[in-house]
């Protein structure tokens, strides 16, 4: 039974992806990172702005200006980055490649849907006792992930200055 699940969840993830295409995956998923750092790198300064507002809530918390500002940016470069994604997609579909575009989709949607399984099942390994029933220990692909769950985390620790300040 959890087999079919993560067959389900990686068949899935490769479907979506040979659907939009490689371009469209990549772009999107480098939209998710810009709005990241253009969120945590610009809040503060539309955090000052917002101190302009008429709200009381907004003028004396600074953690709420702050959480609006890294909000509203977050979103805004979603939007332009999806914006930009579009007009790239449309780009590909009019030059031909789109068959080329979306089988190279489909390899991303196949690795982005053994991390997604993976990382569901280091949370459930983690935080539940999920590892202790029987559907776990029959199960012919959990072992598989073992690897990858692994190999992440070495590469976590010897790369991330973070975790080895803390040692």
Not at 36 to 53: D, H, I, K, W
Not at 108 to 129: E, H, K, M, N, P
Request: proline share 1%; charged share 10%; aromatic share 14%.
């Amino acid at each position: 039974m959890v087999d079919i699940i993560v067959i389900g969840l990686i068949a899935f993830s490769i479907l979506v992806s040979l659907w939009r295409g490689f371009i469209s995956e990549v772009l999107s998923l480098a939209g998710w990172v810009v709005a990241f750092f253009v969120a945590s790198g610009f809040y503060p300064y539309l955090s000052s702005y917002l101190t302009q507002v008429n709200s009381v809530y907004l003028q004396n918390s600074e953690y709420l200006r702050n959480g609006v500002a890294a909000a509203v940016l977050f979103i805004l470069t979603l939007i332009v980055c999806g914006i930009i994604t579009a007009l790239l997609s449309k780009l590909i579909d009019t030059t031909g490649l789109s068959a080329t575009d979306r089988v190279l989709g489909g390899a991303f949607g196949a690795l982005r849907g053994i991390l997604i399984v993976a990382a569901i099942l280091f949370f459930l390994d983690t935080f539940s006792s999920a590892s202790q029933t029987e559907l776990w220990k029959e199960s012919q692909l959990i072992p598989h992930f073992d690897f990858i769950v692994k190999w992440f985390f070495e590469q976590l620790q010897a790369n991330s200055s973070f975790l080895n300040s803390t040692k």
